[in-house]
């Protein structure tokens, strides 16, 4: 057998449930991997140890006792620390919520409980999954396991990096404007956006209600469909969420995308947020992966980029003011710099302003449904190769557009995949959105393009 | 609103909204709010009356949940 830590949740489950691998040895070659090697990356805020080893012996013996095993029986997973955790601190990374202790978990938590996993820890993230990267809140802000100079990209930082670094197979993250597909771009991994309103929110601290998603992470795509089969279903408590079937996403992945019609939004491409040659490069090698697998490649012409972003973020900074208003009255001090710029003016949003947002989302939700409803799916880069991890100015949210939210805006599934690495040996990406609750077609060309190139076979050194 | 307002009126706006601010946030305010001014500038407006916003009431959400 392979290093135990960098084995999918595939293979590891195969290995439980034939005997030839104990949940207790597992979660012992992470927890081990996490002590010597998370001062480097500080993708973690909170390990929860010792009741991962418990649930590991748990685990153990129910396979030993012959009991019907979960679709996670015994498989490790961590959490963005915006999951709720009943008596496990969740903090949001935010001084605000320091010593705040949940008696709830979050209803995600609650199925990947359900489905016999062993939580790790908890996650870094940027505050309240907004701003960052920050070095003036609870916790410094997580590396990238390709190059520690450089940025696991946010929101979910700490989430790809442990990822990435083989610190766990799997996690859960949130995105509301990219924060799942970013960081699953930055650190080389597989990271899907689920169609809004399929997983539920509840327990998750939010960022942006209308925006909000929560979703998967793990190093390959196969990997997310079985999380997306965990965590995907209608939740009552969830005012979004969507009572719709859920389809097998396991049986979706069968390596065929013959047939497929991917249309590529070019001009987003080229004239308004032009992509560097080498990232150009990379996106045209995966699309002729998929033109060798059958698929056809058409442009196809959406809403400006610009558009999409100045509704969302219109929206964002007013729900965001709202939630997070008292403090910044009463004790505005104690939020990081970069989330108290980035949320302070929405008090001066007007309902006009804010309702005026909501109606052009609509027109580009349309606009976005209506070109899906011509192509299979859109393709393109998630975003450029990671940068450094240094201080950046929290202006920036409002002045740069993002490949990443138009897919919130319209509610699209979008999946970031590793496409490749640059010279300096950091991941390119590649995003492929789909239609509403489509999201099993999506899972189905990123598990084909995976398993059609090599990719999957790097891993960072640590 | 499309004119940018003074520093004044920013400080106005922002105790209607109950925002007392030293200075130091005060000017990262008044920063932000340029930019969420040019966002709002740029969103299409003169919409018809019937234009329905993105998020509408929808009662069944509302339903008392089944145990």
């Known amino acids: ?462 | 609103m499309t004119d940018t307002p003074s520093q004044d009126e920013i400080v106005h706006l922002a105790r209607q909204a109950g925002l007392d601010l030293p200075d130091a946030y005060l000017q990262e305010l008044v920063e932000a709010y340029g930019h969420v001014r040019a966002m709002i500038a740029r969103l299409p407006a003169g919409r018809p009356h019937g234009d329905e916003p993105a998020h509408t009431f929808v009662p069944q959400k509302f339903l008392p949940v089944k145990e």
């Not at chain 1, 505050?127 to 940025?151: K, M, T, V």
């Open chain 1, 1 to 462: 057998m392979s290093n135990p830590a960098y084995l999918t949740i595939t293979e590891a489950s195969k290995l439980i449930a034939a005997r030839k691998l104990s949940p207790v040895e597992l979660t012992e070659a992470y927890l081990g991997r996490i002590g010597r090697l998370d001062s480097q990356l500080d993708s973690f805020v909170t390990l929860t140890a010792e009741r991962a080893r418990t649930e590991a012996k748990s685990a153990e013996a129910a396979v030993m006792a012959g009991k019907p095993l979960g679709r996670l029986h015994g498989i490790p997973y961590c959490l963005k620390d915006i999951y709720d955790t009943a008596g496990v601190r969740t903090t949001a990374m935010s001084r605000l919520l320091a010593d705040n202790v949940p008696t709830r978990d979050a209803r995600c938590q609650e199925k990947m409980a359900a489905a016999g996993g062993v939580l790790l820890g908890k996650n870094a993230t940027w505050e309240f999954a907004h701003g960052g990267p920050s070095w003036d809140i609870l916790f410094p802000p997580a590396r990238n396991p390709w190059n520690r100079d450089h940025s696991p990209a946010g929101s979910s930082s700490g989430s790809a990096a442990a990822v990435a670094a083989g610190f766990s197979p799997a996690t859960l993250g949130s995105d509301t404007g990219g924060s799942i597909r970013g960081p699953a771009a930055a650190c080389g991994i597989a990271g899907l956006k689920p169609t809004y309103g399929l997983v539920s929110r509840r327990g998750v601290i939010p960022n942006c209600f209308t925006h909000d998603h929560a979703g998967p992470l793990a190093w390959t795509t196969e990997d997310v469909a079985i999380l997306m089969q965990v965590i995907a279903g209608h939740d009552p408590e969830d005012p979004a969420s969507a009572d719709v079937p859920v389809p097998d996403y396991a049986a979706a992945l069968t390596g065929n995308v013959k047939g497929l019609v991917i249309g590529v939004p070019v001009g987003w491409l080229e004239t308004e947020s032009p992509l560097t040659p080498a990232t150009r490069a990379a996106f045209d090698a995966a699309l002729e992966v998929f033109r060798g697998l059958g698929a056809t490649v058409r442009p196809v012409t959406l809403p400006s980029l610009q558009q999409f972003d100045d509704t969302k973020k219109t929206i964002a900074v007013a729900e965001l003011f709202t939630i997070h208003g008292k403090d910044l009255r009463t004790r505005p001090d104690l939020f990081g710099a970069s989330l108290r710029y980035r949320i302070i003016a929405g008090g001066l949003v007007r309902a006009e302003e804010y309702i005026q947002a909501q109606r052009l989302r609509t027109d580009l939700a349309r606009a976005m449904q209506a070109v899906m409803a011509t192509v299979d799916l859109l393709m393109l880069p998630t975003s450029e190769p990671a940068g450094k991890l240094a201080p950046v100015a929290p202006s920036s949210l409002f002045t740069k557009v993002s490949f990443m939210t138009p897919f919130n805006v319209g509610g699209n599934p979008a999946l970031s995949v590793c496409s490749g690495f640059n010279q300096a040996g950091l991941p390119f990406s590649l995003q492929i959105a789909g239609r509403l609750f489509d999201d099993a077609t999506v899972l189905r060309a990123g598990d084909a393009y995976e398993k059609a190139t090599s990719w999957r076979d790097r891993r960072p050194s640590l």
